[in-house]
């Protein structure tokens, strides 16, 4: 079954730490590149950030720059968004999906499959 699954999402308080996961199943993790998306209650889905399929390059929006990271095991077939000093404003739901290519795109439009989700919330 072709899919990818997030999770690691949950409540947090503001300053503190989140770490995304997203599963591949179906996918060869290797030949992808993994992009990282949200949706704030609101408004429309943006993109946060991208990483290459061998990891060598990654690219995020300027809001989470020295806040997140993005990581990937391909050997696990998992890519990783490491969220630390979280704001409020960082509320959404959190996407993963692919994009076959090997440049850390942040065009939507580049990417599928999407997974279902998991949702983020700052909030003291």
């Known amino acids: 079954q072709l899919q990818l699954v997030e999770s690691g999402g949950g409540l947090v308080q503001p300053g503190g730490s989140l770490r995304l996961s997203c599963a591949a199943s179906?996918?060869?993790?290797?030949?992808?590149?993994v992009g990282w998306f949200r949706r704030a209650p609101g408004k429309e889905r943006e993109w946060v950030s991208s990483?290459?399929?061998?990891?060598?390059?990654?690219k995020y929006v300027d809001s989470v720059k020295g806040r997140f990271t993005a990581s990937r095991n391909n050997d696990e077939n998992t890519a990783y968004l490491q969220m630390d000093s979280l704001k409020p404003e960082d509320t959404a739901i959190y996407y993963c999906?692919?994009?076959?290519?090997?440049?850390?795109?942040?065009?939507?439009?580049?990417?599928?499959?999407w997974g279902q989700g998991t949702q983020v919330t700052v909030s003291s």
């Open positions: 179906g996918y060869v993790l290797d030949y992808y590149t």
């Open positions: 999906a692919l994009a076959y290519l090997n440049i850390p795109t942040m065009l939507e439009a580049d990417f599928g499959p």
């Open positions: 990483i290459t399929p061998t990891g060598d390059s990654t």
